[in-house]
């Protein structure tokens, strides 16, 4: 495991998919990806917690907790417990639908 992973993935909705935040590098590319336009505080407090938590100067559990404030500022927070779409327990033997 990298001294980069966080504990728990944050898990957030990019459109029709599901996307896992697992590491400081997941995050950096999240937030590069993000549009300048939809840019603003709580954005940049979280960008600024992982730049911090990399360079070592807090926990990356901080890191983590500011990616999830974020995707939850912007509601794209996915529930990791959530049923997703595709998966059907109607049919009740528990499984996913083919």
Known sequence: MSDRTFDQPVLVKNGEFI?????????????DEWPR?????IFETAFRACQRAYDGQVPLTVA????????????IMQDPL????WMDTRSGRGGITA
């Open 19 to 31: 996307q896992e935040i697992g590491c400081l590098d997941d995050a950096f590319d999240f937030f």
């Open 64 to 75: 983590r907790d500011a990616v999830a404030g974020f995707a939850r500022s912007v509601k």
């Open 37 to 41: 336009e939809r840019r603003g505080p």
């Open 82 to 85: 959530a049923q997703f779409p």
